[in-house]
């Protein structure tokens, strides 16, 4: 089986080709294999008040009022970035560009042979992000028969931000990476499984 695709501008997003006994073959004038992004953005608010008030009479001359106001409220936020990496597993892959090549978000995985040949080659890994902000505060006032005998008030947050990278890989038996002008490595893998051969 042979994948070939000949097209002056090719972008592959989130694409699983596998080729067990065969090849992919590109050609094209700019390559982007990249990753998906899935983003989702929530946002959460609560709110409470309460009122408490409470009159006792004791006899015909005594009595007692008392009572209580809060109020409290809460903001909470949650962005998430995702990434899904690009897999392209094959017998031999063969990418060539004559101008240029991104690699972004991918896994390239070839059993034999892994050929690249562009002019500029950008090959990087992407982030998944989790960012995530809670606000909170509250007051209070409590009341008695002489008027106003306590007060309240309090103030929380909460910060989370985490970030996981997803490796970008290529690997095969024998990597061959051939660039006319440019290359830019980014917290990737580049990697020949094959064996070499020990000197006498």
């Known amino acids: 089986m042979q994948i ?10 989130q694409s699983t ?14 390559l982007n294999i990249l990753s998906s992004q899935d983003t989702n953005n929530t946002k959460s608010s609560t709110q409470h008040k309460n009122l408490n008030v409470s009159y ?3 006899g015909t001359n005594s009595s007692n009022l008392s009572g209580s106001i ?10 998430q970035t995702t ?4 897999n392209l597993t ?23 042979q892994l050929n690249i040949d562009t002019k500029n080659l950008e090959v990087s890994s992407v982030q998944n992000k989790h960012k995530a902000k809670t606000r909170s505060q509250g007051a209070s006032l409590g009341i008695g028969s002489s008027g106003v005998n306590s007060v309240g008030f309090n103030q929380s947050k909460a910060d989370e931000n985490s970030k996981t990278v997803l490796l970008t ?7 061959n990476i051939n660039t006319q002008a440019h290359t830019q490595l980014t917290g990737s ?12």
């Open 4 to 13: 070939t695709q000949s097209t002056q501008i090719t972008q592959i997003t």
């Open 70 to 79: 809060s109020r409290d409220s809460s903001t909470s936020t949650s962005q």
């Open 17 to 30: 080709q596998t080729t067990h006994n065969g090849q992919i073959n590109i050609n094209s004038q700019n």
């Open 90 to 112: 094959a017998t031999n892959i063969n990418l060539n560009t004559t101008q240029d090549a991104k690699i972004k978000g991918a896994n390239l995985q070839a059993t034999n």
């Open 169 to 175: 890989s290529m690997t095969a038996k024998q990597v």
């Open 56 to 58: 006792t009479l004791y």
């Open 83 to 86: 990434h899904n990496n690009t």
């Open 189 to 200: 893998l580049i990697a020949a499984t094959g064996h070499r051969r020990q000197r006498r």
